[in-house]
Structure formats: structure tokens, C-alpha cells
């Protein structure tokens, strides 16, 4: 099996590093001719999604990779990479890739000075912890046109801090941060 | 874990996210809108770029907080401001308007000669500049969760930064390959405390992100100090001091992620119009970079 971690700017290392410890092989997606590659499935890390989201256009990966990830190519996003999936973004009207029904809310706890780490349940995986670096979290999932909507699959302080829907999952936090495999595992095993 | 160390990681998990980024000076709410569109995963705010301060002459200080704040209202990304050197209630002042990072920098007047700002006593992020080994463990052992190196600002020259890069480089080696009965000794030598030398011998890194700060102005010299290990790339006056900024940035964005591959960079680096002038070392009267130690 192999893992792509979209690698462009942010912390792709730390799943790479994490993927690596479950025994995972895994390639980088830093240009268009990297998506040519054979792969299972992909990470969409933690960074600025501004920053991501830009370079995904400039180096001609955005579609290819949309493509994938609409054709049911199981994906992994947190944080910044949450933001690159959702269909809306709060107070912004630039969105990326709309492939969860769902509006997030980016810097949602605010500044730096509002980045926390916590103990939580994620379903079917049982209490982990998490890391929130000036978080977003998810306003609200929404119904799409199939009759379908977002597994919630974490909440935190009454927000959707985790979703699950159709082959992607999408955690607010960072479980690349934190010695804790199991979200990562959670992923392969949608892939086996 | 007690909160302090807490808040520390949390810290240190931020300068994680910036990692393969480009943090770029701006002046005004709308440099900063230039510079997240061309995509800046940060900007350090500050009412005037190095070139300008070192133009100017006289004593640099912090920025006046109204400006900083239109700047964080100005952008969605993390926005950093510098204090002057142990200037601790200026440092105060930036954590009060909830600034993201504070640059503890040499680029503006030093507050104090001797000491540097006990960082452990505060909630935001520090990055501070290293020109080696000893001084970016002395600044991690004071509270910084970032380091940069301290490449002269507003120059437009790499040789420092390059410099600093490669001295860093060859003392973490040099820690590696020691038996660890050496390592106390090592810890003599650069004046720093044991446990930090120990974490440099046993990863083989510094304990926190490590970007390259001062004379970059083209997408080769950002490339150049990626490949040298750098994790990210401040650039300050390199960007508003040239002929295009938008796309100068956007070119030097792109040159940090695809950092190996010369074919784009010859790409990125064609038609940017007008580099900044920039100052050859031996031209330069202040050397900022020895300033703190």
C-alpha cells in the first residue's frame, strides 16, 4: 500500500513520519507529474489553506487531484486540508475542492493564544487526543442531492470537530501531532 | 503536563504548520492582502522594511499597535510583529493585541546589551535569529519555539544566511557523531544546558522549526537555503523592494515547495522585473547579525 501526502507547504512530514511507524510507504505530492504515481490514498495536511489552496492551482494539481478524490479515493484531512473539503467556508468565498457537504469555520477559536490540546472520544475509535493549532471547526453538515450527509464523527465543546463522509474523513485537529496511531490506522483501514 | 509546557508544544506545533512556507514583511493592510494572496503562509508586521531601517538610521523599535492590528484584520493567516531585543514589555504589549508569533529581533535598536526576554513567561510563540548552534539552544532554553537564521537584514545578500546554515549544520553533525561522554563537554563549549545538547546528538535537529531569515530576494536564493535545510523562508525587504512584488512572491512561494526542481525555478525566475539593489557585506557599516548573542 501506498500513501500520497499532498506536500506543498504545512506539516506533511509528520504524517509521513506517522505512516512510517504503522509500516505504510509513502510518496510526496509536490507537482502535477506526481500525481501520475501509483497510490491508494491521500493526506491532505495541516498548514494554511490559503497557501495550499493557491499553489494546488498554480502547479496544476488542482483538478487531477479533485478528480481522485470525487472518483472515491479514500482521503485523510486535517486542519488546513479539512478546509480544502468542505463545500463552504464561513465568511470566505473562495472554497477548494467541495467534496463534503459541510461549512467550516477557519480560525474558529481564534488567534494563537486560543490553540489548545485536549482529550476527546472519536466514534468508533474511543477517547485520543488532539491537537486544535487556531483551529477551524464545522459550522453545520449539510444533505446533498443523493439524500447523504457527513458522519459526525468528534465533537468537542458542542462543535463537529471530526466527519466522516462517503471516502474521505476530516479532523480539525492534528492526530500527526501526538504520539496516538489511531485515526491513521482508522484511514488504512478504509483502504483494506 | 503543566500548563507552561503545554502552551510550549502548542507553540512549537504552530511553527510546524508554517513549515515549507514563506513569511513575508509588510507595512500596510494591503501589502499584507498582496502577500497572503500570493501565498504568504504568514506576515511579520512592521512600519518599516530592514532596508528602509537601516536607510533611515536612528533608533528602531516596535511597530505602533493600531497598525499591527489593521494588519490581523487585513488577513486570515498567522501575523507576526518584532520586539526589540530584551524588551520584554514590548514583547507584553504584542501579546496583549494577541499578536500569532513575536520576532525577537536584531533588526530593530537592542533594548538590552546583556539580557534576552525570559520567553518561558509567555503564552505567544518567540522566533528568534542564530547565526549557530550555541546561540539557537541558548534562544530555545530562554522560551523560543522557532529559530531563524540571521542572514543581514535588508541587504538583499544571502552570504550570511548561507554562512549561519552551514555553521548550524556542521555543529549538529558534529554533535551527532560524539560519544555521548562528550557531550557534556560539547554543552561547556557552546553554553547551553546538557539536555539540549543531548536532544541535538539523539535527532540530529534543533528541538524546533528552523527557518532561513535575511538577504533573500530571488526564488534561487530561497531554493538554495531549502536545500541547505532550512524549513521555510522569511523574506523581508526582498519583496516590497522589488520591481513586482505579487509576482516575485508568488515565484518565491513556489521555489520553496518545489525547492529541488531547477527547470521550475528557471521558470519562476524569468521576467520578475527588477530584484532589489541590495548592499554587499563589506558595503554595510551596522552588522545587525551581532547583535545579541
Redesign the interface.
Known amino acids: 500500500m501506498t500513501i500520497a501526502v499532498l506536500a506543498l507547504q504545512g506539516a506533511f512530514i509528520e504524517h509521513e513520519q506517522m505512516l512510517q511507524k504503522l509500516g505504510v510507504h509513502t510518496i510526496e505530492l509536490r507537482q502535477a507529474s506526481d500525481l501520475q504515481k501509483d497510490f491508494d490514498g491521500i493526506i491532505l495536511p495541516g498548514g494554511e489553506s490559503t497557501v495550499q489552496g493557491k499553489l494546488l492551482h498554480d502547479l496544476n494539481m488542482f483538478e487531477p487531484l479533485k478528480e481522485k478524490i470525487q472518483s472515491g479515493m479514500p482521503v485523510l484531512a486535517t486542519c488546513a486540508g479539512m478546509i480544502l473539503l468542505a463545500s463552504d467556508i464561513a465568511e470566505q468565498d473562495e472554497t477548494y475542492f467541495e467534496t463534503i457537504p459541510m461549512t467550516v469555520k477557519r480560525n474558529a477559536y481564534g488567534r494563537q493564544l486560543g490553540s489548545f490540546h485536549t482529550n476527546a472520544e472519536a466514534s468508533g475509535i474511543g477517547e485520543i487526543p488532539m491537537t486544535f493549532i487556531r483551529a477551524p471547526y464545522v459550522e453545520s453538515v449539510h444533505t446533498d442531492t443523493s439524500g447523504n450527509t457527513p458522519e459526525i464523527l468528534s465533537i468537542v465543546e458542542d462543535r463537529i470537530v471530526g466527519v466522516k463522509y462517503k471516502n474521505q474523513m476530516a479532523f480539525a485537529f492534528h492526530p500527526e501531532l501526538d504520539q496516538d496511531t489511531q485515526i491513521h490506522e482508522a484511514f488504512l483501514g478504509m483502504i483494506r | 503536563m503543566s500548563t507552561n509546557n503545554?502552551r510550549y508544544?502548542?507553540?512549537k506545533?504552530?511553527a510546524?504548520?508554517?513549515?515549507?512556507?514563506v513569511i513575508m514583511d509588510v507595512t500596510t493592510p494591503e501589502q499584507a492582502k498582496i502577500a497572503?494572496?500570493?501565498?504568504?503562509?504568514?506576515v511579520m508586521a512592521l512600519e518599516r522594511i530592514p532596508a528602509d531601517i537601516r536607510a533611515a538610521g536612528g533608533v528602531s523599535r516596535m511597530s505602533d499597535p493600531k497598525m499591527i492590528k489593521g494588519i490581523?484584520e487585513a488577513v486570515?493567516?498567522?501575523v507576526m510583529a518584532k520586539c526589540r531585543i530584551g524588551h520584554f514589555a514590548e514583547a507584553q504589549v504584542l501579546?496583549a493585541i494577541?499578536?500569532?508569533?513575536i520576532d525577537e529581533s536584531e533588526v530593530l535598536s537592542p533594548a538590552d546589551d546583556v539580557y534576552h526576554i525570559n520567553k518561558r513567561e509567555f503564552?505567544?510563540?518567540f522566533v528568534c535569529g542564530a547565526k549557530d548552534l550555541g546561540e539557537a539552544l541558548r534562544r530555545i532554553n530562554e522560551g523560543a519555539s522557532m529559530i531563524r537564521t540571521k542572514g543581514e537584514p535588508g541587504t538583499g545578500d544571502i552570504v550570511q544566511a548561507v554562512r549561519h546554515m552551514r555553521k548550524m549544520n556542521s555543529e549538529i553533525s558534529k554533535l551527532v557523531s560524539m560519544r555521548e561522554d562528550e557531550l557534556f563537554e560539547a554543552a561547556k563549549q557552546l553554553q547551553v544546558p546538557y539536555d539540549l545538547v543531548l536532544y541535538v546528538h539523539e535527532n540530529g535537529k534543533l528541538p524546533v522549526v528552523n527557518f532561513a531569515a535575511g538577504g533573500v530576494a530571488t526564488p534561487a536564493d530561497a531554493a538554495l537555503m531549502m536545500q541547505l535545510g532550512a524549513e521555510g523562508v522569511f523574506v523581508g525587504s526582498g519583496i516590497f523592494k522589488s520591481g513586482n512584488p505579487a509576482k516575485r512572491a508568488?515565484a518565491i512561494?513556489?521555489a520553496?515547495?518545489?525547492y529541488t526542481?531547477a527547470k521550475?525555478i528557471a521558470e519562476l525566475s524569468s521576467d520578475l522585473g527588477e530584484a532589489m539593489v541590495g548592499i554587499n557585506e563589506q558595503e554595510i557599516e551596522l552588522l545587525m547579525a551581532e547583535r545579541g548573542k
Open positions: 503545554e508544544e502548542l507553540n506545533n504552530l510546524q504548520m508554517l513549515k515549507g512556507g497572503e494572496a500570493a501565498g504568504a503562509c504568514a490581523q486570515s493567516i498567522p501579546q494577541e499578536i500569532d508569533y503564552g505567544v510563540p508568488a512561494v513556489q520553496v515547495t518545489n526542481d521550475l
